[in-house]
T-cell receptor, first 111, second 114 residues
Framework: DVKVTQSSRYLVKRTGEKVFLECVQD?????MFWYRQDPGLGLRLIYF???????EKGDIPEGYSVSREKKERFSLILESASTNQTSMYLC??????????FGDGTRLSIL | QKEVEQNSGPLSVPEGAIASLNCTYS??????FFWYRQYSGKSPELIMS????GDKEDGRFTAQLNKASQYVSLLIRDSQPSDSATYLC??????????????FGKGTHLIIQP
């Protein structure tokens, strides 16, 4: 089974903090993704990566950056957290020509 | 602008009946389509994937794709109370580097009435 692990289920941070959300997959997948999910807005793509050291902007990249130094790990970074970044964050990965599988999600609150 | 549209519901279906969920998409470049089920407070779980026109069946689930009409559907036969969840339709495009990420609809809330 595909295993996508997000480091925290719940996280509370302060405005202005630099926040790191970590995602690890154990299946040697090339593609990894970060989404956020908000009531009434659904799931929206923030950033994605085709492979190590590669990153591409999704639909809502503003205020975020990513890092992929190793194939199994894809980190989402909130450079200076703001209250409008309070959300559920979902990481997904997939091998070539297969569907995406999601981690359990991180519910992030910015106070 | 890539868009995937779903009726938000709630869609209420008696237990044992067929639940029919529909989805339309705007971008003809979308090549693959997926249905995810999401229970409250949980992450999305893949139910079906479909890549070409026609029907694809897996157990009680049938996905249908019509690229000419830009329409995707999911049928759930013999609906069970455990099928009560939000169903997310998603489309995916590909570029030279690989998969470009999913564009999701906002989901249809399905309620199976015992």
């Amino acid at each position: 089974d595909v295993k996508v692990t997000q480091s925290s289920r719940y996280l509370v941070k302060r405005t202005g903090e630099k926040v790191f959300l970590e995602c690890v997959q154990d299946m040697d997948h090339e593609n990894m993704f970060w989404y956020r999910q908000d009531p009434g807005l659904g799931l929206r793509l923030i950033y994605f990566s085709y492979d190590v050291k590669m990153k591409e902007k999704g639909d809502i990249p503003e205020g975020y950056s990513v890092s992929r130094e190793k194939k199994e790990r894809f980190s989402l970074i909130l450079e200076s957290a703001s209250t409008n970044q309070t959300s559920m964050y979902l990481c997904a990965s997939r091998p070539s020509n297969q569907p995406q599988h999601f981690g359990d999600g991180t519910r992030l609150s910015i106070l | 602008q890539k868009e995937v549209e779903q009726n938000s519901g709630p869609l209420s279906v008696p237990e044992g009946a067929i639940a029919s969920l529909n989805c339309t998409y705007s971008d003809r470049g979308s090549q693959s389509f997926f249905w995810y089920r999401q229970y409250s407070g949980k992450s999305p779980e893949l139910i079906m994937s479909i890549y070409s026109n026609g029907d694809k069946e897996d157990g009680r689930f049938t996905a249908q794709l019509n690229k000419a009409s830009q329409y995707v559907s999911l049928l759930i036969r013999d609906s069970q109370p455990s099928d009560s969840a939000t169903y997310l339709c998603a489309g995916e495009m590909y570029s030279g580097g690989g998969a470009d990420g999913l564009t999701f609809g906002k989901g249809t809330h399905l309620i199976i009435q015992p």
